[in-house]
């Protein structure tokens, strides 16, 4: 259970064992940080490594793309650690496939969980960032949001919808003092017992090295924001 603290907010969805938890323990070193996801176990062990290493954290299980279980993680989240100062929306679901390959119930739910869920949770966060005329909310894309390949008939059309709601988040509320921004991942991610048969792990992108751009993005100075950014390794071929 996270303790009553002064510290800003930062609230983490989608904190997996990769970029989810990177994010969760760079924002900490200076943040109250709430990690959510579907799965609790996982959400324990890394708030309780937070907390282990001085921090304030607070586990708060949810599927993003639910409205009810969205609105009550962010009515604990105020409540407990106090309204939200960065949001990073990191939650993402496939399948890759063709048309054939993929059923509508698998659309529905790529499309809910990387869009719908996106817009539900800012949705939570913007009237007190407006009130306060501060705020930052950071979008994980992919390129499928750039360029759909053929084996991208959902991922694509639904990271096309998620950058299409930062794009008008980013011209809506950053002259209200509101930072967003879209980071498309153009890479694979280095993750915990990840093995892929002929890649090494320089080929991929470190998710703490990652995350160290987030931070960088989340506090930059006004007059010179990012709101789109991509990120690779040095050896990924575009």
């Given at each position: 259970?996270?303790?009553?603290?002064?510290?800003?907010?930062?609230?983490?969805?989608?904190?997996?064992?990769?970029?989810?938890?990177?994010?969760?323990?760079?924002?900490?070193?200076?943040?109250?940080?709430?990690?959510?996801?579907?799965?609790?176990?996982?959400?324990?062990?890394?708030?309780?490594?937070?907390?282990?290493?001085?921090?304030?954290?607070?586990?708060?299980?949810?599927?993003?793309?639910?409205?009810?279980?969205?609105?009550?993680?962010?009515?604990?989240?105020?409540?407990?650690?106090?309204?939200?100062?960065?949001?990073?929306?990191?939650?993402?679901?496939?399948?890759?496939?063709?048309?054939?390959?993929?059923?509508l119930e698998q659309?529905?739910?790529?499309?809910?969980?990387?869009?719908?869920?996106?817009?539900?949770?800012?949705?939570?966060?913007?009237?007190?960032?407006?009130?306060?005329?501060?705020?930052?909310?950071?979008?994980?894309?992919?390129?499928?949001?750039?360029?759909?390949?053929?084996?991208?008939?959902?991922?694509?059309?639904?990271?096309?919808?998620?950058?299409?709601?930062?794009?008008?988040?980013?011209?809506?509320?950053?002259?209200?003092?509101?930072?967003?921004?879209?980071?498309?991942?153009?890479?694979?991610?280095?993750?915990?017992?990840?093995?892929?048969?002929?890649?090494?792990?320089?080929?991929?992108?470190?998710?703490?090295a990652i995350a160290?751009?987030?931070?960088?993005?989340?506090?930059?100075?006004?007059?010179?924001?990012?709101?789109?950014?991509?990120?690779?390794?040095?050896?990924?071929?575009?």
């Amino acid at each position: 259970m996270a303790q009553s603290n002064a510290k800003p907010v930062a609230v983490v969805v989608g904190a997996g064992p990769g970029l989810g938890a990177a994010l969760a323990r760079r924002f900490a070193r200076q943040y109250a940080v709430a990690v959510l996801a579907r799965g609790a176990d996982y959400l324990r062990r890394l708030a309780a490594e937070i907390r282990q290493d001085g921090g304030v954290a607070l586990e708060v299980q949810a599927d993003a793309a639910e409205r009810a279980q969205v609105a009550a993680a962010f009515k604990s989240i105020r409540e407990q650690l106090g309204e939200v100062d960065v949001l990073l929306y990191n939650a993402g679901a496939g399948p890759f496939g063709s048309i054939g390959e993929v059923s509508l119930e698998q659309f529905e739910n790529c499309l809910r969980v990387n869009a719908v869920g996106a817009f539900l949770c800012a949705k939570e966060c913007v009237p007190a960032m407006t009130a306060r005329g501060r705020g930052v909310i950071l979008f994980t894309g992919a390129t499928a949001g750039v360029k759909a390949g053929p084996r991208s008939a959902a991922f694509g059309p639904a990271n096309f919808a998620k950058r299409g709601l930062a794009q008008s988040l980013a011209r809506d509320l950053g002259p209200r003092g509101i930072h967003v921004a879209w980071i498309n991942i153009d890479g694979v991610i280095d993750l915990p017992n990840r093995l892929i048969p002929n890649m090494k792990k320089e080929d991929m992108l470190n998710p703490d090295a990652i995350a160290e751009t987030y931070w960088h993005i989340a506090h930059q100075d006004r007059s010179a924001w990012t709101t789109e950014t991509q990120l690779r390794p040095f050896k990924e071929k575009f």
